[in-house]
T-cell receptor, first 112, second 112 residues
Framework: DTGVSQDPRHKITKRGQNVTFRCDPI?????LYWYRQTLGQGPEFLTY????????KSRLLSDRFSAERPKGSFSTLEIQRTEQGDSAMYLC??????????FGDGTRLSIL | GEDVEQSLFLSVREGDSSVINCTYT??????LYWYKQEPGAGLQLLTY?????DMKQDQRLTVLLNKKDKHLSLRIADTQTGDSAIYFC????????????FGSGTRLSIRP
């Protein structure tokens, strides 16, 4: 399968812990996006990479959140000192040029 | 501002046509999308339309775009039980990120 791959699919952690998610985009895609989706809502934009450069961050992305795409291929999203409100589905999408974004199956984060 | 609105629920009988409606506010949108999300899964791109088109047909799917009224619709012909899902309308916002703004989703349920 050459789609967008996200790992893990589910993460359960205690409040205050740090978590890291990984996204492997479709191989020829140079643009990579992170979105957050809460129950009953559509995905909301968090941040965007073109190759290895992080070009835009939403105001939803507090200073506890950091994302990287060190070699312009896979990306990681880290949340430090997790809070209850961080419980959500974190979706990664990738694309090239003007093509539509293709989404992974997401990482569902549950904070105990 | 950027906003996408859609009704929350739609119930149709198996074999009938489903029509899901959406309105958006950003007149500079270049592409408009329909994504499908099944329980526990990511978003699957169903179809998309460029803003200079009025209609696009793809097998059982027909997209209609009224750019003057900023209204987008998705018609699913001969609706089947496998069409049960949440359908998201989305617009591509022209910015450095070209991020996608999603509606809250329409939950389509199929009656036997």
């Amino acid at each position: 399968d050459t789609g967008v791959s996200q790992d893990p699919r589910h993460k359960i952690t205690k409040r205050g812990q740090n978590v890291t998610f990984r996204c492997d985009p479709i191989s020829e895609h140079n643009r990579l996006y992170w979105y957050r989706q809460t129950l009953g809502q559509g995905p909301e934009f968090l941040t965007y990479f073109q190759n290895e450069a992080q070009l835009e961050k939403s105001r939803l992305l507090s200073d506890r959140f950091s994302a990287e795409r060190p070699k312009g291929s896979f990306s990681t999203l880290e949340i430090q000192r997790t809070e209850q409100g961080d419980s959500a589905m974190y979706l990664c999408a990738s694309t090239r040029g003007d093509q539509p974004q293709h989404f992974g199956d997401g990482t569902r984060l549950s904070i105990l | 501002g950027e906003d996408v609105e859609q009704s929350l629920f739609l119930s149709v009988r198996e074999g009938d046509s489903s029509v899901i409606n959406c309105t958006y506010t950003d007149s500079s949108s270049t592409y408009l999308y329909w994504y499908k999300q099944e329980p526990g899964a990511g978003l699957q791109l169903l179809t998309y339309i460029f803003s200079n088109m009025d209609m696009k047909q793809d097998q059982r799917l027909t997209v209609l775009l009224n750019k003057k009224d900023k209204h987008l619709s998705l018609r699913i012909a001969d609706t089947q039980t496998g069409d049960s899902a949440i359908y998201f309308c989305a617009e591509k916002v022209e910015s450095s990120a070209s991020k996608i703004i999603f509606g809250s989703g329409t939950r389509l349920s199929i009656r036997p």
